[in-house]
């Protein structure tokens, strides 16, 4: 391939994806390859990929056949894919796509430019899982946007029953506090004024003493940082000093993540989550009364292995009870190599959608009314952009991460964190007027 070969990435799935994406960016423009914009002029077309439900490796399916066509046009073009669809079920994968000339695992970005470089004849693959491998050294080549994502740890050793995750990211492992330390002093001297840390259980970190509460300590201690947040944090490892450094310490915004998954105890013990939804709910509870205007999110999967009716109220019943501000809800996905995958579904594809929908109509209703609660008070809001909806609008997030919108005035600029007045709420964001 010749040097400044230019590459499009398309990527799928979540936060750690997009921030893995930044990473094999930096990794390409280090060996010599541009990026472009426009996978009709790419001389190599890459996806990072999700495996995490199989909705989301059927789009990618989807999207390969669309692109085997660009190939096909120029035999020359090579087309990859990365992440963990490629971790998952590369052999399933070659025979659905026999025309990709790179397949690579989360592990294998390093050696991404020397396996474009080997796949002239045969396919190049590399899904071997590394223990240690955490990308310390590659600085990610961030968007110029007010907020950041870092990510602080790599991997995930909890083999929830129904999660794929462990199986194609590999085993946990954190990054040196001190790596940690100096992108978050680069991002700030670029200007970003907020960091959000990342990790598939990111309050699992640590690093020798350093733990995740220090963690979130050492990255306030950066100037210029005005805000901090971070995700997936998992329940059982929102140990004291993660909450209190989310109280004393006041670059930590008030918003958790916490995903729930079900309601009811006996699924969660067969999901092998290592909480009750007691403990859960006395959580919630300390966490409350130490961070005022906390707001929660949570992740729900309905119509797991054996959730019968009074399982599903029981979740329900759990939603109502915490009041979350929003809700990533899912049906319940059959995932190759994981512990339930043998089991098989119990709940049929038409009972799913039918309590996928009724749990989103009620939590639609609750972040209605949680977001209404705030007409009339005053908040901070960080602005990031124009409103995409909203003539004469700026877009931002209140400590909450709540959408807010501000009228636009000629003395704000991207970065600005300003005071406004709640003035009217949907369910999805907060309109605010200027002091
Ligand atoms: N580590 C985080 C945690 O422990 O909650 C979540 C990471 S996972 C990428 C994001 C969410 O996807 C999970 O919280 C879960 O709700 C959902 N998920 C994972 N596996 C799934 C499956 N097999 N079917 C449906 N949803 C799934
Ligand atoms: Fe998946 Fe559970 Fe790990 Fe979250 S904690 S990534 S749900 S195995």
Same mark, same amino acid.
């Given at each position: 391939m010749p040097s400044l070969a230019r590459v499009y990435l398309e990527t799928y799935g979540c936060q750690m994806n997009i921030a893995d994406s930044q990473t094999v960016t930096a990794i390409l423009r280090r060996a010599g390859y541009t990026t472009t914009n426009n996978a009709s002029?790419?001389?190599?077309?890459?996806?990072?990929?999700?495996?995490?439900?199989?909705?989301?490796?059927?789009?990618?399916?989807?999207?390969?056949?669309? *692109?085997?066509?660009?190939?096909?046009?120029h035999p020359n073009?090579?087309?990859?894919?990365?992440?963990?669809?490629?971790?998952h079920n590369r052999a399933a994968l070659m025979n659905k796509a026999p025309w990709l000339d790179v397949v690579a695992g989360p592990d294998s970005y390093r050696r991404l430019p020397e396996l474009l470089a080997n796949a002239d004849f045969d396919p190049a693959v590399d899904v071997r899982l590394d223990r240690t491998e955490t990308y310390a050294d590659v600085s990610p080549e961030h968007d110029n946007g007010v907020r950041a994502y870092v990510t602080v740890m790599r991997g995930c050793d909890k083999?929830?029953?129904?999660?794929?995750?462990?199986?194609?990211r590999g085993r946990e492992r954190s990054i040196p506090a001190a790596d940690i330390l100096r992108e978050v002093q680069q991002l700030a001297a670029r200007g970003v004024k907020e960091i959000v840390l990342l990790g598939q259980t990111v309050n699992a970190y640590h690093d020798e003493q350093v733990g995740f509460g220090e963690l979130l300590k050492m990255v306030a201690a950066v100037g210029g940082i005005e805000r901090i947040?971070?995700?997936?944090?998992?329940?059982?490892?929102?140990?004291?000093?993660?909450?209190? $450094?989310?109280?004393?310490?006041?670059?930590v915004q008030p918003y958790l993540h916490l995903p729930l998954q079900s309601g009811s105890d006996r699924i969660l013990t067969a999901m092998g989550r290592g909480y009750?939804?007691?403990?859960?709910?006395?959580?919630?509870?300390? *966490?409350?009364?130490?961070?005022?205007d906390l707001a929660l999110s949570t992740d729900i999967?309905?119509?797991?292995?054996?959730?019968?009716?009074?399982?599903?109220? $029981?979740?329900?019943g759990l939603i109502r009870t915490v009041g979350y501000d929003s809700a990533f809800m899912f049906k319940y996905s059959l995932r190759e190599h994981t512990r339930a995958f043998r089991l098989g579904d119990t709940v049929s594809e038409v009972e799913k959608s039918r309590r996928l929908a009724e749990v989103i109509s009620m939590q639609e209703a609750i972040s209605l009314e949680r977001n209404r609660n705030w007409v009339g008070r005053d908040v901070m809001v960080l602005v990031e952009g124009r409103a995409r909806r909203g003539e004469g609008m700026m877009a931002g997030k209140t400590p909450q991460f709540k959408t807010a919108l501000v009228p636009a005035a000629p003395t704000i600029k991207l970065g600005d964190i300003v005071p406004a007045q709640v003035v009217s709420?949907?369910?999805?964001?907060?309109?605010?007027?200027?002091p």
């Open positions: 002029e790419a001389d190599i077309i890459l996806l990072n990929t999700c495996a995490i439900r199989e909705h989301a490796e059927e789009r990618v399916l989807g999207r390969l056949s669309d *692109l085997a066509r660009l190939k096909h046009a073009r090579k087309l990859g894919l990365l992440g963990c669809m490629a971790q083999f929830c029953a129904f999660c794929v995750v462990p199986y194609v947040r971070f995700t997936s944090p998992h329940p059982s490892d929102m140990t004291p000093d993660v909450v209190e $450094a989310m109280a004393r310490e006041p670059k009750t939804t007691d403990e859960y709910l006395r959580l919630v509870e300390r *966490l409350r009364s130490a961070i005022p999967i309905v119509g797991f292995h054996g959730e019968d009716e009074q399982d599903f109220a $029981a979740t329900l709420a949907t369910g999805h964001s907060l309109v605010c007027t200027l």
